[in-house]
């Protein structure tokens, strides 16, 4: 570090909230740069990239591959060229690997090389996380010396768990703790972090930075809303969330420390707009990242379909969404009318393409075989898998991926048809339940939400949501017919799922011991079914695959 190098009492530090791609390790670096770039313009002399963003996150069981580890590092190198012209420095998250093991880590890049690293020590293995499985525990770490400035880097975990490793930090002398974080979103995540953070600022008696990941990944949103929270406890600066964003923060010396002068204070979303957001960000970067042009939804006239093709809409504008109407004898007028109705409001293209035949040559197949029974649920899954037919046929002629459209309510209890309605690539509500997908619908119609593409007004018919849904297999048919009203189903479900409680412990609720049993017994009935469904958006703190991970063959039952 050269005496024109280093800093006074002002410390300029941009937070790079981007959106990387796993294993586009050529585009996360184009990033990087473009950021470096940016924050150079502004002044910067730090820039704090999120965790692993080099090879994107979660990289899962890519860096189990050497080729790509050594990728990354050969991407980290060249960003640290880039650091000899005397511009700003980098944090950047990679994964790195050696003769000891494999790690999650970061390099702290600064005059035209690497001048340390730094590993990632609690490692993750709950929930959506599987860290211990492919990376080794760092070595506990102290700070490094920036431009004259002791930086403490613990990286995501490091400061949610309890190993003590912003302690060690504070103790060999960090000024400033940077944590570059890898985050996904459920609800209420944002206040969550920040009480996280907040108890690492008062056992530490340091300012933390918090800079998080946005994107979507698979089932998982990174939300953003990165923060910081001055050692005085106060709230230094937040990031807007779901936005990508370049947050460029003034950070003075005084006797007491360092404090941020400036940055920036966005608002965040809450309730159903943090939810609507974190579907519309999950949808639009599964299909933009796995490179598909458009897609195709079967739009039925019911709430669940109609809210999906709202997030199509919105996530990559109308003329990127193909919505098909499959009626059958059974489809009522006003469903006729309602999807039509949403098509027009959404501006999305609209087909009608009859299943009468398909059924009908169906049943006539297998009429022999089926003579002398009784005709039931064999006969209304036929509808259901000629539509999902009919729609992965449009898909394989015009290259569009196929949006399924079941809500968890449904995919708990098993209320959904595999090789049917259960056809698809990507599904933006499979974690919310029908009450909720029924809140989103009404805040959507009242809301744009930022970086949408869709209309505004009532782009969701108010008789989609005021009339009883059905899935109309059957005359008359309603879901009420074969399940409990949906607000008592939800809350069963709620306990359940994300609550893990006993049926004895729900039924104080107020609830049917009766109709908890019956809950519970199809939610396990149905879990060979979830293995097989699409992924889609997590929302809620425990959502189906990552983060619940029951036996298909399983006989217990809470008795």
Same mark, same amino acid.
């Given at each position: 570090?050269?005496?024109?190098?280093?800093?006074?009492?002002?410390?300029?530090?941009?937070?790079?909230?981007?959106?990387?791609?796993?294993?586009?390790?050529?585009?996360?670096?184009?990033?990087?740069?473009?950021?470096?770039?940016?924050?150079?313009?502004?002044?910067?002399?730090?820039?704090?990239?999120?965790?692993?963003?080099?090879?994107?996150?979660?990289?899962?069981?890519?860096?189990?591959?050497?080729?790509?580890?050594?990728?990354?590092?050969?991407?980290?190198?060249?960003?640290?060229?880039?650091?000899?012209?005397?511009?700003?420095?980098?944090?950047?998250?990679?994964?790195?690997?050696?003769?000891?093991?494999?790690?999650?880590?970061?390099?702290?890049?600064?005059?035209?090389?690497?001048?340390?690293?730094?590993?990632?020590?609690?490692?993750?293995?709950?929930?959506?996380?599987?860290?211990?499985?492919?990376?080794?525990?760092?070595?506990?770490?102290?700070?490094?010396?920036? =431009?004259?400035?002791? $930086? @403490?880097?613990?990286?995501?975990?490091?400061?949610? %768990?309890?190993?003590? /490793?912003?302690?060690? !930090?504070?103790?060999?002398?960090?000024?400033?703790?940077?944590?570059?974080?890898?985050?996904?979103?459920?609800?209420?995540?944002?206040?969550?972090?920040?009480?996280?953070?907040?108890?690492?600022?008062?056992?530490?008696?340091?300012?933390?930075?918090?800079?998080?990941?946005?994107?979507?990944?698979?089932?998982?949103?990174?939300?953003?809303?990165?923060?910081?929270?001055?050692?005085?406890?106060?709230?230094?600066?937040?990031?807007?969330?779901?936005?990508?964003?370049?947050?460029?923060?003034?950070?003075?010396?005084?006797?007491?420390?360092?404090?941020?002068?400036?940055?920036?204070?966005?608002?965040?979303?809450?309730?159903?707009?943090?939810?609507? =957001?974190?579907?519309? $960000? @999950?949808?639009?970067?599964?299909?933009?990242?796995? %490179?598909?042009?458009? /897609?195709?939804?079967? !739009?039925?006239?019911?709430?669940?379909?109609?809210?999906?093709?709202?997030?199509?809409?919105?996530?990559?504008?109308?003329?990127?969404?193909?919505?098909?109407?499959?009626?059958?004898?059974?489809?009522?007028?006003?469903?006729?009318?309602?999807?039509?109705?949403?098509?027009?409001?959404?501006?999305?293209?609209?087909?009608?393409?009859?299943?009468?035949?398909?059924?009908?040559?169906?049943?006539?197949?297998?009429?022999?075989?089926?003579?002398?029974?009784?005709?039931?649920?064999?006969?209304?899954?036929?509808?259901?898998?000629?539509?999902?037919?009919?729609?992965?046929?449009?898909?394989?002629?015009?290259?569009?991926?196929?949006?399924?459209?079941?809500?968890?309510?449904?995919?708990?209890?098993?209320?959904?048809?595999?090789?049917?309605?259960?056809?698809?690539?990507?599904?933006?509500?499979?974690?919310?339940?029908?009450?909720?997908?029924?809140?989103?619908?009404?805040?959507?119609?009242?809301?744009?939400?930022?970086?949408?593409?869709?209309?505004?007004?009532?782009?969701?018919?108010?008789?989609?949501?005021?009339?009883?849904?059905?899935?109309?297999?059957?005359?008359?048919?309603?879901?009420?017919?074969?399940?409990?009203?949906?607000?008592?189903?939800?809350?069963?479900?709620?306990?359940?799922?994300?609550?893990?409680?006993?049926?004895?412990?729900?039924?104080?609720?107020?609830?049917?011991?009766?109709?908890?049993?019956?809950?519970?017994?199809?939610?396990?009935?149905?879990?060979?079914?979830?293995?097989?469904?699409?992924?889609?958006?997590?929302?809620?703190?425990?959502?189906?695959?990552?983060?619940?991970?029951?036996?298909?063959?399983?006989?217990?039952?809470?008795?």
């Amino acid at each position: 570090m050269t005496q024109e190098n280093a800093l006074s009492d002002i410390f300029r530090i941009a937070i790079g909230q981007l959106n990387p791609t796993v294993g586009d390790v050529t585009g996360n670096l184009a990033k990087a740069r473009e950021a470096r770039a940016d924050a150079a313009r502004e002044g910067a002399h730090l820039l704090v990239l999120t965790e692993l963003f080099i090879s994107g996150y979660p990289p899962e069981d890519l860096v189990l591959k050497p080729a790509f580890i050594r990728a990354c590092w050969k991407a980290v190198e060249r960003l640290a060229a880039d650091t000899a012209d005397g511009g700003p420095g980098v944090i950047i998250g990679f994964p790195r690997q050696d003769e000891n093991g494999r790690y999650n880590s970061v390099a702290v890049l600064d005059g035209g090389k690497v001048i340390a690293v730094r590993d990632k020590v609690d490692l993750p293995n709950y929930g959506e996380f599987d860290e211990k499985r492919v990376f080794h525990q760092g070595a506990m770490p102290g700070p490094v010396n920036f =431009r004259g400035v002791r $930086l @403490g880097i613990p990286i995501c975990e490091d400061i949610w %768990g309890d190993l003590g /490793v912003c302690e060690t !930090l504070a103790e060999s002398g960090a000024e400033i703790l940077l944590s570059p974080n890898g985050s996904p979103y459920y609800r209420g995540k944002v206040d969550i972090r920040h009480q996280v953070v907040l108890k690492q600022v008062i056992e530490t008696g340091l300012p933390l930075i918090y800079a998080a990941q946005l994107g979507g990944q698979d089932e998982l949103v990174f939300d953003g809303a990165s923060f910081a929270f001055n050692a005085d406890r106060s709230l230094a600066f937040q990031v807007s969330e779901f936005e990508t964003a370049l947050a460029v923060t003034t950070w003075k010396r005084g006797e007491s420390g360092w404090h941020c002068a400036k940055g920036p204070m966005a608002r965040i979303p809450e309730g159903e707009e943090a939810d609507y =957001r974190a579907c519309l $960000l @999950g949808f639009r970067d599964y299909v933009n990242k796995n %490179g598909f042009k458009t /897609v195709v939804l079967g !739009l039925s006239g019911g709430i669940d379909s109609a809210i999906c093709a709202a997030i199509a809409v919105d996530a990559l504008g109308e003329e990127r969404v193909r919505t098909v109407m499959l009626p059958y004898r059974y489809t009522s007028e006003d469903s006729l009318k309602d999807a039509a109705d949403c098509a027009k409001a959404l501006g999305c293209r609209y087909d009608i393409v009859p299943i009468e035949q398909p059924v009908t040559g169906f049943s006539s197949a297998l009429s022999d075989l089926f003579a002398g029974t009784d005709s039931g649920i064999t006969e209304e899954n036929l509808q259901s898998r000629a539509r999902g037919v009919i729609l992965m046929a449009i898909s394989n002629k015009f290259g569009a991926m196929v949006v399924t459209t079941g809500n968890k309510s449904e995919m708990s209890v098993g209320y959904a048809t595999l090789y049917g309605d259960m056809n698809g690539g990507f599904n933006p509500i499979k974690d919310l339940y029908k009450m909720q997908v029924y809140a989103l619908a009404r805040w959507r119609n009242e809301n744009v939400p930022p970086t949408a593409l869709g209309p505004s007004g009532e782009v969701i018919p108010l008789n989609i949501i005021d009339k009883a849904p059905s899935a109309e297999l059957r005359p008359d048919q309603k879901d009420q017919d074969s399940l409990p009203p949906y607000p008592v189903l939800d809350d069963i479900l709620e306990c359940l799922v994300e609550k893990e409680m006993a049926v004895e412990e729900i039924v104080a609720r107020g609830h049917d011991v009766a109709t908890v049993h019956r809950v519970e017994h199809l939610l396990y009935l149905a879990e060979y079914k979830r293995r097989q469904s699409a992924p889609g958006v997590k929302i809620t703190k425990k959502n189906f695959g990552r983060d619940r991970r029951y036996p298909i063959t399983n006989r217990f039952r809470d008795r």
